[in-house]
């Protein structure tokens, strides 16, 4: 009635206005859900633990805020006026939270040592739900009131929904532009900031349309549904996250598993759902009841049909820029799940109007069980399952739940004709299937899934096995270079201890880097590798490679930051494995924060060396780790290895070649030849590349990551240049002089440490050369580098590979193959290729030193699959 006010905005435009300020809030919730996510992943790494705790925490409070201010929204007089005043009190709860979350997490880091990893997890987890719980509970809050103040209709339901969510989407993005620029904290602000002007924009429109008094009496409260129907939606809410925390296991998996990627699978989530809801049809209809729950169940599964497919597109397919990449990925995955998201966004608004309203309730109880079925998915599901299971699993209980309302007995068919369809793919691809190009003939040997991560072990058609995490990341191999490689990661750092009495290895992989430790007497071997899956096969499938290196090794199954952090035991020696900074997470262990923990664990006189894969880093993200590391390493040194790149971090001061020289004159002849493999200590001191100079600049910093965002933009604009990194490298190397002093070399060493110096030198200015297309300057520069230093065995590898390649124009030339194979193996008694194939010449013409040549193989390498049938 005229003259009476009311809490209902009155005009289209105005209820225009609140669905769109209600998209924007959309925006800002998710937003703060992915920076949260973030935040989480610091404790757990990105895995399934963090996004399980995460969504969670988010879904429990939208639920129980929703079902609190369902049967008290109609009661409120000005529910936008308390909308806008919840909007605002998130923003500063928000921009509160790093000051909370950087003082607890320093707390909880002094606390680690009280309890075990998964203990630690629990205790992470708990503080995650208790900081996160109250700013989604107001949130869940918004959306009773929202739908109150519009005097809720199916129609308005179904576009506030939607157009909420449509916003979550854009909101799942947004922080991906926001963190490279302005880190963790600063992207906080901005949201804060957006929300505080949705708050306000709300508290405005709320001041400026108010109605009459006579409606309120209009407006009842809403109806509470059926409790079967609450439970029946719940459920689905529940098989709904359980289908996204899967998928976001099996994309993030065969796509790029980077911090873009991550978000991307959410926002194409909350795309197809924001797309349902404001497609869903006005009026329900009974076919409507029967075509989603099928629909669903049907697109769900032809998600793992076409799992390969999509694998082995994004396998072969080549992107100009990491833009493109995601771009057409993204399409790729929106269109494979938006079947299933719109029919998940359709239900709500058909079923409101089905059960003549409680959308709200049904909204609530939805998110309740999303976050019970966070929970089941990452603890229960994919642990005992495998996450190919799981979404069968989802996708069954989708449409079981789906069907209570067909009231179709005809439609129950489904039910058996689903199961027959799901079970060629409830289990996972062969690797082969996957990557079809990379693991061509390769076969399955282990698989180990639990919600850290996926451990796959595939042997190759030569027999020789690979360690694969998450699919596409390779930890390891067992080509008998890349043991070699692997072995040296370990050689090298406890060569430079005068006397190293224990080493940790952070990271376990294979165990092959461990056993690079073998030759050293009285040695406290110990590693910390938190993959079960790894651990477990090292033991097994790997021992011929690692030669039993972990019977001799003590393996915690930890996350390194939090055992570092735990431990109070302190170590000689210290090794960072290799790994993929780029993945999503990883780049935490190449901060600051991480480098003082190692630091920190350091017994008097010890080191930490962290290694490096130069193709994996451009000039600029190498430089931030340098920097990074100096920050806590002031007297950090380099050292090359191969492509790889030693950190070398003195606790106190660097030793120089004293230390090194006196640690192998403690050690018998036959000790030395096996601790250096033959090369002696002048080619390891041979491989020094001087200081890490101070600069000014970013570094690697927990609370603000540089490399995870920097590294995949590098990587596809071709920075990512190995000419590039050999160049920078030899611009900041010493010269001979300099190095001398740097290392403390007396008068009598120096022609031995010039030689092996400078063939060192020789041989990466061929690699630079070999890498620009200059291959006659590369191999005389190679050849002269042999001259300077035979006992290096890169040099050996190089110019034996050189030589081999070559056979086919000796043999047009009339030189005797077997001659130059003899010839390559006098210069590389380790080079496999060469050897095999003397091996096969002898055996086919039945010389009786074809056996003594097999024999010879299966040293080098135990799995050779040729040699090891030759002798069965």
Wanted: aromatic share 10%; glycine share 8%; with cysteine.
């Amino acid at each position: 009635m005229p003259g009476e006010k009311t809490n209902s905005l009155t005009g289209a435009n105005a209820g225009l206005a609140l669905m769109l300020l209600y998209g924007l809030s959309g925006l800002t919730s998710v937003a703060y859900e992915v920076l949260w996510a973030r935040m989480l992943s610091l404790q757990f790494g990105v895995s399934v633990f963090a996004v399980v705790v995460t969504v969670a925490a988010f879904m429990a409070g939208l639920g129980m805020g929703s079902l609190f201010a369902a049967h008290r929204a109609s009661k409120i007089k000005k529910p936008l006026l308390l909308l806008a005043a919840l909007e605002g009190g998130i923003a500063f709860y928000a921009l509160l939270l790093p000051l909370i979350l950087r003082t607890l997490s320093t707390w909880m880091e002094h606390a680690a040592g009280q309890f075990s990893l998964f203990q630690w997890y629990g205790l992470i987890a708990a503080a995650a739900l208790c900081l996160l719980l109250l700013p989604a509970f107001a949130m869940g809050a918004g959306f009773p009131l929202a739908l109150a103040a519009l005097k809720s209709t199916p129609v308005r339901l179904g576009r506030l929904y939607g157009l909420n969510t449509l916003g979550a989407a854009c909101g799942a993005l947004l922080p991906l532009w926001l963190l490279p620029a302005l880190g963790w904290g600063g992207a906080v602000w901005v949201i804060a900031g957006i929300s505080l002007l949705v708050a306000l924009a709300l508290w405005l429109l709320a001041s400026r349309y108010i109605a009459t008094q006579a409606v309120v009496a209009e407006h009842a409260p809403e109806n509470c549904p059926p409790l079967f129907a609450l439970f029946a939606y719940a459920g689905i809410g529940a098989a709904s996250l359980i289908l996204e925390i899967a998928w976001t296991r099996l994309f993030g998996m065969v796509m790029l598993r980077t911090e873009y990627v991550l978000a991307l699978i959410l926002a194409a989530f909350l795309l197809g759902i924001g797309l349902g809801s404001l497609l869903a049809p006005r009026q329900h209809r009974q076919a409507w009841f029967v075509a989603l729950p099928i629909s669903a169940a049907s697109f769900s599964l032809l998600s793992l049909w076409m799992l390969p497919t999509l694998s082995a597109w994004v396998e072969r397919a080549e992107f100009s820029s990491l833009f493109g990449a995601l771009a057409t990925q993204g399409l790729a995955l929106t269109l494979l799940t938006l079947p299933v998201t719109l029919v998940l966004g359709a239900w709500l608004p058909l079923l409101h109007s089905r059960l003549n309203g409680g959308g709200m309730w049904l909204y609530g109880a939805n998110s309740l069980g999303a976050a019970l079925g966070a929970v089941i998915a990452g603890l229960v599901l994919i642990p005992f399952l495998g996450s190919a299971a799981t979404v069968v699993v989802a996708a069954l209980v989708l449409l079981v739940l789906g069907l209570i309302w067909a009231q179709s007995r005809v439609a129950w068919l489904a039910v058996p004709l689903f199961v027959v369809a799901a079970w060629p793919v409830v289990h996972l691809p062969q690797v082969s299937a996957l990557l079809p190009q990379a693991q061509a003939g390769s076969r399955n040997v282990y698989l180990y899934e639990d919600a850290v991560s996926m451990t796959h072990v595939v042997e190759q058609q030569d027999g020789q096995r690979l360690l694969l995490t998450d699919l596409q990341r390779m930890d390891a191999s067992t080509d008998p270079t890349a043991v070699f490689v692997q072995a040296n990661q370990a050689r090298l750092p406890l060569l430079l201890h005068e006397h190293p009495h224990s080493v940790l290895f952070l990271g376990l992989g294979t165990g092959i880097s461990v056993s690079g430790s073998l030759p050293f007497p009285d040695l406290q071997r110990n590693a910390v590798e938190l993959s079960q899956g790894a651990i477990a096969s090292a033991a097994s499938l790997f021992e011929s490679a690692n030669n039993g290196a972990m019977r001799q090794t003590r393996v915690e199954r930890d996350d390194v930051r939090h055992f570092l952090s735990a431990t109070r035991d302190k170590y000689d020696v210290i090794i960072g494995d290799v790994f993929h900074p780029d993945l999503a997470g990883l780049s935490s262990l190449l901060s600051v924060q991480q480098f003082q923990r190692a630091h920190d664990r350091l017994n008097e006189g010890g080191l930490f060396v962290q290694w490096l894969a130069l193709n994996q880093f451009d000039r600029e993200s190498l430089t931030v780790i340098l920097r990074s590391f100096h920050r806590v390493f002031p007297d950090a040194q380099l050292f090359l290895d191969g492509m790889h790149l030693a950190l070398v971090g003195p606790q106190q001061k660097f030793a120089g070649a004293e230390s090194l020289l006196r640690n192998l004159q403690r050690l018998s002849l036959a000790q030395q030849d096996a601790a250096t493999v033959g090369e002696g200590g002048w080619t390891w001191l041979g491989r020094y590349w001087g200081p890490i100079q101070e600069s000014a600049g970013p570094v690697q910093d927990e609370w603000s990551p540089v490399l995870e965002f920097r590294l995949p933009r590098a990587r596809y604009a071709g920075d990512l240049d190995i000419s590039s990194s050999l160049r920078n490298l030899l611009q900041r190397r010493p010269d001979m002089a300099t190095a001398e002093n740097l290392l403390g070399i007396q008068k009598s060493d120096k022609e031995a440490f010039e030689r092996a110096y400078g063939a060192t030198e020789l041989m990466v200015r061929s690699w630079l050369a070999s890498a620009q297309g200059a291959a006659p300057q590369a191999n005389r520069m190679m050849y002269l580098a042999y001259q300077a230093n035979a006992k290096d065995r890169w040099i050996a590898y190089a110019l034996a590979d050189s030589m081999f390649s070559s056979l086919a124009q000796a043999r047009e030339h009339g030189f005797n193959e077997v001659d130059a194979l003899q010839q390559i193996q006098h210069l590389n008694p380790q080079h496999v290729e060469s050897l095999r194939m003397l091996w096969r010449i002898k055996h086919q013409a039945g010389d009786a030193q074809a056996e003594f040549l097999r024999k010879r193989l299966l040293e080098l390498s135990p799995l050779d699959r040729e040699a090891r049938m030759a002798g069965s």
